[in-house]
């Protein structure tokens, strides 16, 4: 049976004819039409079992061999990483080693600079002690020289003091005798 529509008749016109039902049974969907539902099971085995010599032969190695490629080259640079870090932590190590090293030379290099330096302030401090000592003891030696002269001179001043008091008072002194009461008074 054909339709009998308008759009039938152009499409029998056109050189094509459009059956009326599905043509297989009824308006049944036709993955689903019981009489070709064995045909359909056997396309699908075969389908699926070309399918799975594709994915195992062709698919499923190349995918091996990319996810080998990338484990390889992950364990690599695991290695790599772990190289690096041991290198880092010996030279880490090492740094500490020198630095350590260079505060310790630092301290005993500053202790002796300053060692060095309280020496040579001692040193200095004991030249100008002994300067200073030297000076004292002459400054001591001139005082006395002075002194000495002064009171040489007391005596001739009090002598010559003692004879104008006298005159003054008596009218006339004796310088001989002025001198030896002089003396005797020092």
């Given at each position: 049976m054909f339709v009998t529509s308008a759009y039938a008749e152009e499409a029998t016109t056109a050189g094509t004819a459009v059956p009326v039902e599905g043509g297989h049974g009824g308006n049944t969907f036709p993955p689903f039409d019981p009489t070709t539902f064995s045909s359909q099971l056997v396309w699908l085995a075969i389908t699926f079992g070309l399918f799975y010599l594709f994915l195992k032969k062709v698919a499923m190695p190349r995918i091996a061999s990319i996810l080998d490629v990338r484990s390889n080259r992950i364990a690599q640079d695991l290695d790599q990483?772990?190289?690096?870090?041991?290198?880092?932590?010996?030279?880490?190590?090492?740094?500490?080693?020198?630095?350590?090293e260079a505060k310790i030379n630092a301290n005993s290099i500053g202790q002796k600079a300053r060692d060095e330096a309280k020496a040579?302030?001692?040193?200095?401090?004991?030249?100008?002690?002994?300067?200073?000592?030297?000076?004292?003891?002459?400054?001591?030696?001139?005082?006395?020289?002075?002194?000495?002269?002064?009171?040489?001179?007391?005596?001739?001043?009090?002598?010559?003091?003692?004879?104008a008091i006298l005159e003054s008072l008596v009218g006339k002194a004796d310088k001989g005798e002025v001198a030896a009461a002089v003396k005797a008074a020092r």
């Open positions: 990483a772990a190289k690096l870090k041991g290198e880092a932590d010996t030279a880490v190590a090492a740094y500490e080693q020198e630095l350590a040579e302030a001692d040193a200095a401090r004991k030249d100008v002690e002994a300067g200073l000592e030297k000076k004292l003891v002459e400054a001591e030696a001139r005082i006395a020289t002075i002194k000495a002269s002064a009171m040489k001179d007391v005596g001739a001043v009090a002598e010559t003091t003692a004879t």
